[in-house]
C-alpha cells in the first residue's frame, strides 16, 4: 500500500459499498416486545427471577425510568433469603423454534463485547449491594462453558443513565477450551444485582447489546477474505461516525490508525 493509494480510498470512498456494522446479536434488547416465552405478559425472551421487574411506562408501579421506547427492566430489593440476587436471563427456550433466545457466537471466532444502560435513581442507591453484567458462555447441550461477570456498580447515578460494557476475548476463551473442550456457541446475558440479605436500592436496565468481531476485525465487510475493499468499507462507516474499531464507544483517529494497523498487518 501506498500514500498514493490511501489517499485514492479516501477520494473513492463516496462509490464504496457499505460497511456490515456489527450487528446487535440480542432479541429484544430494549424490552420491548411483550410475550411468551416465557410470559405473556413479560418481556419476551428474557425470564426473571427473585425481586426483578418488568417495567412499562404507566404501569402503576411506581416511579420508573426508561431511556428509549416505553419499557425498561428493574432489579430492586426484596425480603427474605433471596433479597441479596435478582436479574434477567436470555436463557430462555422457544418451543417453537426448539432453540434459546441465547445469543448464537461462533468460536473460535472474534471478541465478544456486551453493553447495556443503567441508571439508579437518587433516593434508592445501591448499599450493601452490586450492580452489572454476567455472560454465561454456553456449549451447544446448553451446559455452561464460562462465566464471566463485572459486578462494578453501586451508589446511584442521579437518575441519569450511563453504560456499562466490557469484552471477553477469543484468547480467554480459547484458553478455557484447552482444559475443557468442547467450545460454546452461545451466551447468556444477564443484568443482575447482587449483595447482602440487607441490602437495599434499585437499578434499571435498558438498550443492552451483545456483539461479536470478525474474526479478522479488518475484513470489514466480512467477506472473509481481506483487501481494498474493505479499506473503502471502512471509511465509509468512518466518515458516517460509525467505525469504533477499537470498540471504546467513540469514532475517531485512533480507530482509524488501528484499522490501519491491522490492515497493513493482514488476517491469518
Partial sequence: ?????????????????????????????????????????????????????????????????VRTGIASIELA???????????YTTD??????????????????????VSGWYAIPTDQPLTGANAGIKLEFRRENSSVFMPVEHLTINGHTGGEWLQMQFTV???????????????PT??????????????????FWDDLSLTQAAACPCDWNQSGTLNSQDFFDFLTSFFADSADFNTDGLTNSQDFFDFLTCFFAGCP
Avoid: C, H, K
Avoid at 31 to 47: D, H, K, L, N, Y
Avoid at 77 to 87: A, K, L, R, V, Y
Avoid at 169 to 183: D, R, S
Fill in 1 to 65: 500500500m501506498t500514500t498514493r493509494f490511501i489517499l485514492s480510498a479516501v477520494a473513492a470512498m463516496a462509490l464504496a459499498a457499505p460497511a456490515l456494522a456489527q450487528t446487535n446479536l440480542l432479541y429484544n434488547p430494549g424490552f420491548e416486545i411483550v410475550g411468551a416465552p416465557p410470559s405473556a405478559t413479560g418481556p419476551q425472551g428474557w425470564r426473571g427471577f427473585n425481586f426483578s421487574r418488568y417495567r412499562t411506562m404507566d404501569d402503576g408501579l411506581g416511579p420508573i425510568l
Fill in 169 to 183: 476475548t477469543n484468547a480467554e476463551l480459547e484458553a478455557v477450551f484447552q482444559q475443557f473442550p468442547p467450545g
Fill in 92 to 113: 430462555v427456550f422457544n418451543p417453537d423454534t426448539l432453540m434459546y433466545f441465547n445469543p448464537p457466537i461462533e468460536f473460535p471466532g472474534g471478541d465478544v463485547t
Fill in 186 to 203: 452461545m451466551v447468556s446475558v444477564l443484568p443482575i444485582r447482587f449483595g447482602s440479605s440487607t441490602a437495599t436500592g434499585t437499578i
Fill in 77 to 87: 430489593s426484596g425480603t427474605g433469603p433471596t433479597n441479596d440476587f435478582g436479574g
